[in-house]
């Protein structure tokens, strides 16, 4: 079974400063998905960003950017500029690119992204 | 029109009741999911359906049942609630078959009494 680790239960950054999001995973699989949700207060789950294990090529979305280092099984988030709609909950998470699509996805515990005035 | 909707958005019910939450999408998607969201935030996949056939049914106990009237709904019936059972329930769809985008429903906090 696939695990996905945060290790950063909490994070903190000053607004307009640049602020990384750790992110580890374990799998026997070579093609699977990887994701950032974000969860704000109002609990939604909105997608960040995502990235295809078969790409090299980093994913990129405005102010959000990935460091998928495949080999380690790393799967980082870089927030640059930050701001104050920044602040929620932030998932990592794991699918498997295998049958039928109909895996679920595997998350992590979550970092809790404070954004400092 | 809203993706993937659920209802209600809140649900306060005692123990022992039998509740249900109704969720719906319009995107055309294949895979129907419901994940569940405990007190400390940690989302967990309970059930998935492909084209209405039940595909994952994680660890989760019986008195969950859900219900796939067609591609576009899937339900879950919850019987004789639990303290234990007081989460948010997300619903979410994906396309299928090596579709990867996911969308969530908004989530039904469900609190048990």
């Known amino acids: 079974a696939q695990t996905v680790t945060q290790s950063q239960p909490e994070m903190s950054v000053q607004e307009a400063e640049t602020v990384t999001l750790s992110c580890t995973y374990d799998?026997?699989?070579?093609?699977?998905?990887l994701f950032w949700y974000k969860q704000p207060p109002s609990r939604q789950m909105i997608l960040v960003i995502r990235?295809?294990?078969?790409?090299?090529q980093n994913a990129t979305e405005n102010r959000f950017s990935v460091n998928f280092q495949k080999a380690a099984k790393s799967f980082s988030l870089k927030i640059s500029d930050s701001q104050l709609g920044d602040a929620a909950m932030y998932f990592c998470?794991?699918?498997?690119?295998?049958?039928?699509?109909?895996?679920?996805?595997?998350f992590g515990k979550g970092t809790h992204l404070i954004i400092q005035p | 029109d809203t993706a993937v909707s659920q209802t209600p958005k809140y649900l306060v019910t005692q123990m022992g009741n039998d509740k249900s939450i109704k969720c719906e999408q319009n995107l055309g998607h294949d895979t129907m999911y419901w994940y569940k969201q405990d007190s400390k935030k940690f989302l967990k996949i309970m059930f998935s359906y492909n084209n209405k056939e039940l595909i994952i049914n994680e660890t989760v106990p019986n008195r969950f049942s859900p219900k796939s009237p067609d591609k576009a709904h899937l339900n879950l019936h919850i019987n004789s609630l639990e303290l234990g059972d007081s989460a948010v329930y997300f619903c979410?769809?994906?396309?299928?078959?090596?579709?990867?985008?996911?969308?969530f429903g908004s989530g039904t906090r469900l609190t048990v009494v």
């Open positions: 979410a769809s994906s396309p299928g078959p090596r579709g990867y985008g996911y969308t």
């Open positions: 799998t026997s699989e070579s093609d699977y998905y």
């Open positions: 998470a794991y699918r498997s690119a295998g049958w039928g699509g109909a895996d679920g996805l595997t």
């Open positions: 990235q295809e294990a078969y790409k090299q």
